[in-house]
């Protein structure tokens, strides 16, 4: 099989990892396998997204790559993959790299290929640009040094909060020990040498394909965020693959994972402390916009506009850290005296109203 060919088919199957994920535009995209639109700080980034093989030892019950799944295996080799991606980037068609694979053999091989094909760009090319490297679970501390002195992003999926829940889909990983240990690593290497991986980590939770609640899943990612430094969390909801063992089990909605998205902002961005956020008796988040359940089960509310401190105002739903930052600057000045200047600079009036106080008067009943 030819390069393109093989491309074409390891292209798709670098889906299942996330990055910043956005689908492909028509515009921007020539028609070539691979290329997906990234987004970073609000501005889209087209990168070449590619698996360098579908082969992999590993069982991880919901994988399209599962050993134990018949398919057709395919692997391209650092040049081609390097070759490829400069092809793509000369042309103006990408931005950066995203790069990931199965593992073939082992850990440690699998890892010097992924390193020699950016190893090659790096060096031998003098390619400058974005590159995001996938790290293998239980690979080395050096080849995570060395990856990361490469690499741009380097990222390793967790897929599970809880040993038992990882044990449950990818029995072939050790929490603590493949991927825990790994990031500690991550974390030290870089705060000693700032030039290694310098955009730093991330990961991914596979979301629904196991019986771990949010509750489980926000815990874990609260500690990552707090001890290593995690730049970002991405939740993937299951969805089953035929022929993998989890074929049968149901698909994960996506309404879960996009209130994940949007607990994880409130704690990653808002400081919310997990025991604010609201879940159900079973450990999910309930079916509501999750700062607005929470602000219906604080004592704080109404706060006034004219007085209430940084950290009150972003806990009012319709008040974001931009528009909660504008309040504080411009209260210095003069005093807000109704909600149409709160709508001008940016607050969702309709979802703060309740919640607040402008000099003294309420703006709506708090009707709960
Ligand atoms: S290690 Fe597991 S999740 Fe990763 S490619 Fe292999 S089977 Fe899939």
Known sequence: MNTLKKMQVLCDYAQYDLCDYVAPTKESSPNLPGIYQATSNGCKIPLFKVLMTNKCMNNCKYCVNQSKRNFTRLELKPEEIANTFLNYYNNDYVNGLFLSSGIVKSVDETM?????????????????????????????????????????????????????????????????????????????????????????????????????????????????????????????????????EFENHENCDNKRSNR????????????????????????????????????????????????????????????????????????????????EQLKKIGVVTSRAEKFIKIDGSYQSSLNF
């Open 112 to 244: 010097e290929n992924l390193i020699e094909t950016i190893r090659l760009l790096r060096k031998n090319y003098g390619y400058q640009d974005y590159i995001h490297l996938k790290i293998i679970p239980g690979a080395s501390k050096d080849s995570i040094k060395r990856a990361m002195s490469l690499a741009d992003r380097v990222s390793i999926n967790i897929e599970s909060g809880t040993e038992s829940g990882l044990n449950e889909i990818s029995p072939n990983k050790n929490l603590q020990k493949d991927i825990i240990r790994r990031f500690k690593w991550i974390n030290n290497l870089s705060k000693r040498n700032r030039n290694l991986a310098p955009a730093g980590s991330t990961t991914q939770y596979i979301i629904g394909a196991n019986n771990e609640s949010d509750e489980e899943v926000l815990s874990s990612v609260n500690e990552l965020y707090k001890k290593i430094n995690l730049k970002r969390s991405y939740y993937s909801p299951f969805e089953s693959v035929a022929g993998t």
């Open 260 to 339: 994940l998205y949007q607990a994880d902002a409130l704690i990653s961005q808002y400081n919310f402390k997990l025991n604010e956020l609201i879940f159900n008796k079973e450990g999910i988040l309930i079916e509501e916009d999750p700062k607005y359940a929470s602000a219906l089960e604080m004592d704080i509310f109404p706060v006034d506009i004219n007085s209430a401190s940084y950290k009150e105002l972003i806990r009012v739903p319709g008040i974001g850290l931009i528009s909660a930052k504008k309040i504080l600057k411009i209260r210095k000045k003069q005093k807000f005296k109704n909600i």
